[in-house]
């Protein structure tokens, strides 16, 4: 969700959410689907005629605005835990 | 020398793009074929999807083959997401299923010269159609049109294809691309989904 969170407004495609989340592109197309199933994503065909462009159009993701408030929840929540296990090693230090 | 030389590399250089065009076309069959599992309302999405993003990827065919490798392996949670139950083949059947495909490939290329010759025997003697067709389920849950020679039944050539199941020859493109499965003993095809065990379903007649 990280890779989505850097530009909320900017649509992706599958292939570059798995380059940005480094996950292969089996793993990441069932995870769209689900995000999508949720609500958090949406997707639509790129708007381009594909005898101009000259390749096919493709099919780009964006948050939703539920999307975005739950990911920046859950990137805060972990960026919390994290910094609770660290905080020992800190005030060790 | 220098211009043998000249020839043979540029035989080399056809024979390595000709080879990379193949991951191409691996690639996009892969992607056609693991799409079946998918529910059918969103068949066509996918694969258009993953048919753009394969071309989206620079370099070279393997990478795209690669990509249609791992869409692939993910298909199969992709369509749980989506809703559908994903049917779980053993391991070992898939393997049994595979090498029944390849065999039978290998018995269509064999048998071949055969193929042709019918045609053109029947299409020579009883002229056209030379082929009739019947609407049977195929495995993965869609339809799909078997052919077989259509030559009378009182002929000669028909009772000798009837005898010998040699009239059902053009289904073996189905069986070796696994859409369909045959009964044990037979040439002739089951419109039955044997493969998962259920019950079958009767012919539509097409003829």
Known sequence: MAAFLEDPCAPRFGLEVSRGAGLASGTIYPILARLEAAGWLESAWEDIDPSNAGRPRRRHYRLTAEGETAARQHLQASLDRLGRMLRPAWNAA | MSWLSIVVGAAIAQAVSEFVGLFDLAARWLIRRCSRSLPEECRGRYVEEWAAELQAIPGSGLWRLLFAIRVCLGARATAR??????????????????????????????????????????????????????????????????????????????????????????????????????????????????????PTRPFDDAD
């Open chain 2, 81 to 198: 997401e989506l809703g559908t139950v994903a049917l779980r083949v053993p391991f070992r059947s898939q393997l049994v299923r595979a090498g029944f495909m390849i065999a039978v490939f290998l018995l269509g290329v064999f048998l071949a010269p055969l193929t042709i010759t019918l045609t053109v025997l029947i299409a020579a003697i009883y002229g056209r159609p030379v082929f009739r067709s019947r609407v049977v389920q195929a495995l993965d849950g869609g339809t799909v049109r078997l052919y077989s020679f259509n030559a009378p039944q009182s002929s000669r050539v028909g009772r000798f294809l009837d005898s010998t199941d040699l009239d059902a020859l053009p289904s073996l493109l189905p069986m070796a691309r696994g859409r369909i499965w045959p009964t044990v003993a037979q040439l002739r095809i089951v419109a039955a989904d044997v493969w998962h065990r259920r």
